[in-house]
Nanobody, 124 residues
């Protein structure tokens, strides 16, 4: 029900925009999040948007470089990634949940729905 796309190979300093298209239900009332998982590491929080879409949250490591946005008419959430670094290399996942509370936004297991992941590779 969540389809992530937009990953690829990019040089350090470059940009990518990830998309997460939802189907099967209307996700405009859901909190949406982006997480990433690098090889040998745990899945970590990247960014989240609360149901209203107007309030966003970011991991310190991406603050000022990444931006989450959503187009509720298209049932799609985006992650604009700028000034990419080799440390950003990971599989990126989108996630959604209808009842998540603020304190859980950064916790992967709090989300009920997950996309399949899209690989982002940043070369130095």
């Amino acid at each position: 029900q969540l389809q992530a796309s937009g990953g690829g190979l990019v040089q350090a300093g470059g940009s990518l925009r990830l998309s997460c298209a939802a189907s099967g239900r209307t996700f405009s009332t859901y909190a949406m999040g982006w997480f990433r998982q690098a090889p040998g590491k745990e899945r970590e929080f990247v960014a989240a948007s609360r149901r209203s879409g107007g309030i966003t949250y970011y991991a310190d490591s991406v603050k000022g470089r990444f931006a989450i946005s959503r187009d509720n008419a298209k049932n799609t959430v985006y992650l604009q990634m700028n000034s990419l670094k080799p440390d950003d290399t990971a599989v990126y996942y989108c996630a959604a949940d209808s009842s998540i509370i603020l304190s859980q936004l950064t916790t992967p297991r709090a989300y009920d729905f997950w996309g399949q992941g899209t690989l982002v590779t940043v070369s130095s």
